[in-house]
């Protein structure tokens, strides 16, 4: 699995922003054309990605480009501006039902095969934000065509008619729902985006927090946001060290015959062994070991 600890939003209309985005070394830039982007705007928007996909170098960022959602009357264009450019994936907005999902494949996967570019070479990404889309989340997740499910709290929100806080319950069953729903199905999880971009410490402890959750990753706004949240779901060394110790004693006593054991004065089993292997395979997609 590729690294993607931060997706960054970039207006789909904004030249310049996208130009920054290149010099961020942030994982994924995801060129929008849906809120980020003014009704009268929408055109400037699919033209000025289709330019940047074709004569920007993106570096190792993925380029990812999102559209309007499905039945909105714009996802069409959205989608054929930027599909002959071969962006690495699509984001989809307000994903409510598999129907939707499965007009977005046909539409990647005709693209793909006109081209002669590989099947499943164009990723397919969904943003799940609202009631609907909650409710709906297993027969969405398991969709073959899925890389990745982000959660959207704003939009969820106001979706249910909650007021956002920044402790953030209000929205605590969906967001841990869009985690479970991606590691049932072996999918990315992206997790909500801090829009108070001024405050780094804020924006640090709810990247710390969306890890300790499951997320393997963070949506963004600002470049401001990108190394605190890169950092955030990337291990420390003291915790790589950890994991790499607990496996270890764990099979030292399988081979001895004892499932479970004591480590600095804890019990450790099976479990416990499984979040470590997840720490070091974090460790390893962000590149550290
Ligand atoms: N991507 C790339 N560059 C960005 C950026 C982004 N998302 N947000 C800001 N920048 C750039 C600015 O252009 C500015 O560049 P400059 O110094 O070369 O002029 C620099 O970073 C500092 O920006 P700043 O002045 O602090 O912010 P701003 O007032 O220009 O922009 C926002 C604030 C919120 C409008 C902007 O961050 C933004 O558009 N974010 C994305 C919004 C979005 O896509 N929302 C929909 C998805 S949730
Ligand atoms: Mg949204």
Redesign the pocket.
């Known amino acids: 699995m590729r690294a993607r600890r931060a997706l960054?939003?970039?207006?789909g209309d904004?030249r310049?922003?996208?130009e920054?985005?290149l010099t961020?070394g942030v994982d994924c830039?995801?060129m929008?054309m849906?809120?980020?982007?003014a009704l009268n705007r929408k055109a400037e928007a699919r033209a000025t990605i289709a330019r940047a996909l074709q004569e920007l170098d993106f570096g190792r960022s993925e380029r990812l480009a999102?559209i309007n959602p499905v039945g909105s009357g714009l996802e069409k264009d959205d989608i054929e501006a930027v599909l002959p450019h071969h962006p690495d994936g699509i984001v989809i907005p307000k994903i409510e039902s598999p129907e939707q999902i499965q007009w977005a494949s046909g539409k990647i996967e005709a693209a793909e095969l006109a081209n002669g570019w590989p099947v499943n070479s164009i990723r397919l990404i969904v943003d799940m934000e609202t009631a609907r889309g909650i409710l709906n989340l297993k027969e969405i997740a398991s969709h073959s065509r899925l890389d990745a499910l982000i959660f959207?709290a704003?939009d969820f929100a106001a979706s249910v008619g909650a007021t956002r806080t920044a402790e953030a319950w209000e929205v605590f069953y969906a967001r841990s729902a869009v985690v479970t729903a991606a590691s049932a199905y072996g999918l990315h999880a992206i997790d909500m985006?801090t829009?108070d971009?001024?405050d780094i410490e804020r924006v640090r402890r709810e990247a710390e927090y969306g890890a300790l959750l499951g997320y393997t990753g963070k949506?963004?706004?600002?470049?401001?946001q990108v190394a605190p949240v890169q950092e955030a779901f990337t291990p420390d060394d003291e915790a790589i060290a950890h994991a790499r110790r607990l496996v270890e004693a764990f099979d030292e006593h399988q081979a001895k015959g004892s499932g479970a054991f004591a480590l600095d004065g804890k019990m450790i089993d099976m479990p416990l062994v499984k979040a470590a292997q997840n720490v070091l395979a974090r460790a390893h997609t962000a590149g550290k070991v």
């Open positions: 960054l939003y970039v207006p904004d310049h922003k996208i920054k985005s961020l830039i995801c929008d849906e809120d980020g982007v999102r959207g704003e985006v829009i971009f001024r949506q963004i706004i600002h470049p401001n």
